[in-house]
C-alpha cells in the first residue's frame, strides 16, 4: 500500500491551504466572540469547487474521493480555521449520491455544488434516546404523496445556514419490525419551507461557536418525493455515511493536530525563558513529540480507512479506530501547545486554546469515544455484548 500523496493530491492541499491563507486568525476570533457564521469563507470555498468535491462531474461537481475530501477538511483544520463550519456537505452527501434517485440528483446536485443550495444540517440525534439511534421518536406516517412528521430533534448542527436537511425518521413503530434498524427513513427537508411551517428551531448555547440547535418538529409536511431511498431502510443508508463521516472528522482531528504541533514548535522555538529557548527543555519537547508520533498513526489509519472506502470495501472499524485515535491525537497536541504556550495560550489572539475547545467535540460527536470502544471490542474482538 503505497500512502504518499499524488501529485493531484498534493495540488488540492495546496488550492485550499490558498484558500484558507485568506482567512486569519483574527477572522476566526472574531467570529468566535460573535457567534457568527462565516459566510465569506463558505463562499469562497464553493468558489473553488472544493465543498462540491464529491459531486459527480455530470451533477457539476469535481466527482473526487473520500481521500481527497477528507484532504480538503485536514487543509482547513491544519490552519485557524475549523471545517465545522461546512463538513456536513461532504458526509452526508454519499447517502443521497449512492441512494437517491436520478431525478432526486438532478434536482439537488447541480445547485449544491454551485453554492445556490446548501447541504448542511443532518438531523439524528434526539433528546430522550442520544446514542442509541435506533429507537429514536420522530414520526412520519404517508398520508397521500406527503409524510406528516412529528418529533423533536437536538444538537442539529447549521440548521439556520442550512437550504435543505437530511433527517432520519421512524416510518414503522419500533414494536412492529423484526430488527430495530428496520422501520427507519431518509428524508430530505427542504429547510427554507419548513422553518416556521412545521419546523421551529432553538439555537443552542454551546462551549464553542457550532451552530447547533434544537428543531420541534409538529405536523411538518415533506413531499414522499422527498424520501431517498426506500422506506425503512434508512438506517442501513446512514451508516454507510457514518464511516465516510469517522473518516472525515478523523482528517479534520489530523488537521487540527498538525496546527497545534506547528504553532506550539514555533513558539517553543523563539520563547526565551532563562537565558535560552523553552524548546531546548525536554519537558517541552517530549509532549510535543508524542502528540506528533501519535498524529502520524491516526493519518496511517485515515488513509488506510479512505482507501477501502473508496474502493468499496468494508472499513467500518478502520473508520472508527482512525476517528478514535485522530481525537485523541489531536486533544493530546491541543493540550501539550497549551502548556507550550504558557500563559499565552489562553489568549484567544494565538487560537489555541479556542480550537483546543473545537476539538474536544470530537470526543463526544459524530459518536462518542466509549461507543467506538464498544464498537471494537464487541464487533472487532468478539466480545460479549454489552447493551
Ligand atoms: C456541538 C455538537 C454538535 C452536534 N451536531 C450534530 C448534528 O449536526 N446532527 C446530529 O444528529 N447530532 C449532532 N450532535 C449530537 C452528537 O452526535 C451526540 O451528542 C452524540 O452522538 C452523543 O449522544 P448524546 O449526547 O445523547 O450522549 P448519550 O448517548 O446520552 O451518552 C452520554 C455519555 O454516555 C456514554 N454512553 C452511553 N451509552 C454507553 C454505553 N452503552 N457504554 C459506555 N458508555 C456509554 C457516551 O459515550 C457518552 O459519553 C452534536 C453534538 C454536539 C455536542
Not at 434516546?129 to 412529528?150: C, E, P, Q, W
Not at 437536538?154 to 430495530?180: A, C, F, G, N, Y
Not at 472528522?249 to 537565558?275: K, L, N, P, Q
Request: proline share 4%; hydrophobic share 40%.
Amino acid at each position: 500500500m503505497d500512502f504518499r500523496l499524488t501529485e493531484e493530491q498534493e495540488q488540492i492541499r495546496r488550492g485550499v491551504r490558498d484558500v484558507v491563507s485568506d482567512f486569519p486568525g483574527d477572522y476566526w476570533q472574531k467570529l468566535d466572540r460573535e457567534l457568527g457564521y462565516p459566510t465569506e469563507f463558505i463562499d469562497a470555498l464553493t468558489e473553488g469547487g472544493w465543498l462540491a468535491a464529491l459531486i459527480p462531474e455530470e451533477h457539476g461537481g469535481i466527482g473526487l474521493g473520500l481521500l481527497e475530501a477528507s484532504l480538503i477538511l485536514e487543509a482547513i483544520n491544519h490552519s485557524p480555521a475549523n471545517a465545522g463550519v461546512c463538513h456536513a456537505q461532504m458526509y452526508i452527501m454519499g447517502t443521497l449520491l449512492r441512494h437517491g434517485s436520478d431525478e432526486q440528483k438532478k434536482r439537488f446536485l447541480p445547485p449544491i455544488a454551485s453554492g445556490e443550495l446548501r447541504l448542511q444540517a443532518f438531523g439524528v440525534t434526539e433528546p430522550s434516546t442520544g446514542s442509541d439511534t435506533t429507537k429514536l421518536k420522530t414520526f412520519a406516517s404517508r398520508r397521500g404523496d406527503v409524510y406528516i412528521v412529528n418529533g423533536q430533534k437536538v444538537w442539529i448542527s447549521r440548521t439556520e445556514h442550512s437550504d435543505l436537511m437530511l433527517l432520519l425518521v421512524r416510518t414503522t413503530p419500533v414494536e412492529e419490525v423484526q430488527k430495530k434498524t428496520d422501520g427507519l427513513s431518509v428524508l430530505l427537508v427542504d429547510l427554507r419551507e419548513a422553518i416556521g411551517h412545521g419546523v421551529n428551531v432553538r439555537p443552542i448555547d454551546t462551549m464553542m461557536n457550532h451552530h447547533s440547535c434544537e428543531l420541534f418538529i409538529e405536523d411538518l409536511e415533506v413531499p414522499v418525493a422527498n424520501l431517498v431511498g426506500e422506506e425503512g431502510k434508512g438506517f442501513r443508508y446512514i451508516l454507510d455515511g457514518m464511516n465516510a463521516e469517522r473518516i472525515l472528522i478523523a482528517a479534520e482531528c489530523i488537521g487540527d493536530a498538525r496546527f497545534f504541533i506547528d504553532r506550539a514548535s514555533a513558539y517553543a522555538r523563539e520563547r526565551e525563558v532563562f537565558g535560552r529557548p523553552i524548546g531546548q527543555n525536554q519537558g517541552i519537547q517530549f509532549p510535543l513529540a508524542r502528540a506528533y508520533a501519535n498524529t502520524e498513526a491516526a493519518d496511517l489509519l485515515r488513509f488506510r480507512a479512505a482507501t477501502a472506502f473508496d474502493a468499496g470495501e468494508a472499513c467500518g472499524a478502520d473508520a472508527n479506530i482512525a476517528k478514535l485515535l485522530a481525537a485523541d491525537a489531536s486533544w493530546e497536541a491541543g493540550n501539550a501547545a497549551l502548556q507550550t504556550l504558557g500563559g499565552f495560550g489562553f489568549a484567544a489572539e494565538y487560537d489555541v486554546e479556542r480550537k483546543l475547545r473545537e476539538t474536544r467535540l470530537y470526543q463526544v460527536a459524530p459518536v462518542s469515544t466509549n461507543l467506538i470502544l464498544t464498537f471494537i471490542a464487541e464487533r472487532v474482538l468478539g466480545l460479549p455484548r454489552s447493551y
